[in-house]
């Protein structure tokens, strides 16, 4: 429909060289030209060469484009100059903090760690009593271009607590603007999940756990606090990298079972996740693991029957053979939190069908083998 509309207006442009036209449709030939110039689609169908001369292109603005390329340009414009864009005029305000231009930040950098458990956490931050969008209700609106005019660029765009507080309370309520912005500066705490969480230390190889994130666009990494563990307190992890991080794949508290679905169709070779949690008062984290035969089993494949099964072996492989910590058996038939004070207590299970994310586990493989 796009490609008939701009073939429509070409041929408008042909028939107006050899037709008398009115003043204001010679205006228009000449801003249509204007635009069509700068279209590259449309220069490698035909060269236009803009009327330079007329007085209208020294008096045109960007807001005299179609809405339709207009919010092309913008949709191209990165966050940063996106803030700038919207200090311009009113009208350009409204445009720049639209969600559907923002959607495409928020998915592009935030996307992969941003899951539904934290869309809800953005819902109750909202109207939590502390949150600083409630400056809306203090003090109105404030005009944008005081606060703009103070951005270098958007790793800093808030230098203090008092211009953020400005900046916030201009923007639109629940709009997805303000949540990048929010996460980008690090005032939203958000939920997620870390890899090998307290930098890799030995007693979470190969686990995932959930945590409360901050960004820190200085250092391009998170700051992590993770929920205390019966009365050790809450733990601070810094430096977080954006590869040890990933959107939690259930939505429910890390101190619920999760109820497998996939027991049933487990085999030998299939790559899973395991709740496991030191005792029933810590939260679960999830531990990698691949389903093993049974000792009766001599792992030929033809032979192997372990599928029909009701036992089902978990293999840890991080761990040396003959390890408390290598073999773990269930019933698939009657699974439910398995353990002991000294072993753990082992829950819920999740079947890996992503290759994806059966290759982070395998990028975060020990080095050597735990013990």
């Avoid at 060469?49 to 414009?77: C, E, G, K, R, T």
């Avoid at 603007?177 to 999940?193: D, K, N, V």
């Avoid at 409360?212 to 733990?235: K, V």
Wanted: glycine letters at 4%.
């Amino acid at each position: 429909m796009i490609l008939y509309l701009l073939i429509t207006c070409v041929s408008f442009l042909f028939l107006a060289k050899s037709l008398s036209i009115p003043p204001w449709a010679s205006k228009t030939k000449t801003l249509l030209s204007f635009y069509l110039s700068k279209n590259p689609f449309m220069n490698i169908l035909h060269p236009i060469q803009p009327d330079l001369a007329s007085p209208v292109l020294n008096h045109m603005s960007i807001l005299d484009l179609p809405d339709l390329p207009l919010d092309h340009i913008l949709n191209l414009l990165p966050p940063s100059e996106l803030c700038s864009m919207a200090m311009v005029c009113c009208s350009l305000r409204e445009k720049c903090v639209s969600d559907h231009l923002w959607e495409k930040h928020l998915n592009t950098k935030w996307g992969k760690i941003i899951g539904p458990s934290a869309h809800k956490e953005w819902q109750c931050y909202l109207s939590s009593s502390n949150h600083l969008d409630t400056i809306h209700h203090q003090t109105g609106y404030r005009d944008l271009a005081k606060i703009i005019s103070m951005i270098c660029s958007l790793s800093h765009i808030f230098r203090d607590d008092n211009q953020w507080s400005r900046y916030a309370s201009s923007l639109p309520l629940d709009s997805t603007m303000s949540l990048y912005l929010s996460l980008e500066t690090g005032r939203f705490w958000f939920p997620a999940q870390v890899y090998n969480r307290e930098n890799g230390h030995v007693g979470f190889m190969l686990s995932c756990y959930d945590a409360e994130l901050s960004y820190d666009s200085h250092t391009d990494s998170f700051q992590a606090r993770y929920p205390p563990h019966g009365r050790r307190a809450i733990a601070v992890e810094k430096d977080v990298t954006w590869e040890r991080i990933r959107a939690s794949p259930i939505d429910a508290s890390p101190h619920h079972l999760h109820v497998s679905d996939s027991l049933k169709d487990l085999k030998p070779g299939d790559h899973i996740e395991i709740q496991w949690r030191r005792n029933t008062v810590f939260p679960y984290g999830w531990w990698y693991s691949v389903i093993g035969h049974l000792e009766s089993c001599d792992g030929n494949l033809g032979n192997c029957h372990c599928h029909i099964s009701d036992m089902v072996v978990l293999e840890f492989k991080q761990y040396t053979i003959g390890s408390r910590w290598r073999i773990m058996m269930i019933n698939r038939r009657d699974h439910k939190e398995k353990g002991n004070e000294e072993d753990g207590f082992y829950g819920g299970i999740r079947k890996l069908n992503c290759k994806e994310d059966i290759k982070m586990w395998k990028l975060l493989w020990p080095s050597s083998i735990l013990e």
